[in-house]
């Protein structure tokens, strides 16, 4: 059988388009709001960095219960069109809370809880996304690593945008663009998504990987945490560390990660190219090593210039990383797609668990500085374990 080819017709029909369209601003909705979350903790609802670390492991914590609940959900009601929809209102409805009210407590039950719904809207779209694929004969990986790009180039935008309007207009400004973008996002999904209606799977055995493989999945899943931890610290912390350490200016903080994730774009395609020439495992362990010499370098860098070039280890590391580590469970885990891509999910939000945890109280013992010591050496215990996963 001949693989489909992919012409232009194919590729810019409606459905596929809308997919990239809505990835992009529900992509620039989130880039709006995480970079500047500690800073906007510290400066206007004024805490302590300790209950800006209980703030992000809080919203980690929300996060896995809602995406639990609503993975189950999706899975009983067949059609996530509408649930996705309904995710974006309630973001929507988060940012606003976000952008009038100035409590750290309301902020931390309900503000949190309205925005884990916008957050999980984005993989019950990859999800949708899947089935689209699957349903038109289109390459699915392909398909997918457009459409994280997609994620990616919002946030090359989003967090420049989020600290100039932070700074040039206030966090209320910036919010309220949030909650534009996923007003808009959601009116995207109710007119121009697809439905993939279709019959709940019945599951009459758990769901695991084979049992030569657990061991490998455990390992992998562990470094994943670890890394995901490293680059939550880092998202946390820079802002601050930038700020009030490094005394630089607060737009720098967005420029470097709006850097990081527009070099995350080609990462994501070339590495996506050559995992089927080399393997994923050779990648991952390119990724992991410009990790520990990229937080290497920020216990030794201090000034602009350097920082931003160091973005390139960044971009390297995270992108081999959103764009094949799901890929690499879903290899371990043949013939279930979902628990794998659920497992690097939760690895995902697990990580922020432990980052949130980790740099309030770090931060408040002794500094934003010593916050990238413990990403460094939580790196290298990376190198320990993904050297032990085998290429499925």
Known sequence: MSTPDYPATRRLDSGSLAFLV??????????????????????????????????????AVIGILVSQFLARRSDLQGDRKKLIFQCLLLGALASLLFAFNRNYYVLLILGVFLASFGVTATPQ????????????????????SVMRAQISLAWVIGPP????????????????????AFVLCAILVKCYLPSMHKQPAVVTGKLEAPRRNRRDTLQLFIACVLMWSCNGLYLITMPLYVTHELHLSQKLA?????????????????AGYYARRTGKRPLMRAAVICGVVFYAGMLFIHDPLPLLMLQVLNAV?????????MIWFQDLMPGQAGAATTLFT??????????????GVV??????????????????????CIWRVKEA
């Not at 420029?255 to 070099?263: E, F, N, P, R, V």
């Open 254 to 270: 967005g420029i470097l990660i709006g850097l990081a994730a527009g070099l995350e774009i080609p990462v994501m395609l070339i």
């Open 125 to 144: 779209m990859f999800a949708l996304a899947r089935e689209h694929a699957d349903k038109t004969g289109r390459e699915n990986v392909m398909f997918s």
């Open 161 to 180: 945008l989020a600290f100039a309007l932070a700074l040039g207009y206030g966090f209320t400004a910036m919010y309220l663009l949030a909650a534009v």
């Open 22 to 59: 809505v990835a992009f601003v529900s992509g620039l909705a989130g880039a709006l709001q995480t970079p500047t979350l500690s800073l906007y903790l510290t400066t206007e609802v004024q805490v302590r960095p300790l209950l800006v670390g209980l703030f992000f492991t809080g919203n």
């Open 346 to 359: 939760n690895s995902t939000r697990v990580g922020w668990v432990v980052a949130g945890s980790l740099a």
């Open 363 to 384: 931060a408040e013992i002794w500094s934003y500085h010593a916050v990238f010591g413990f990403a460094f050496i939580m790196m290298l215990a990376t190198v320990g």
């Open 317 to 325: 590391f995270i992108g081999i990383l959103a764009g094949l580590g």
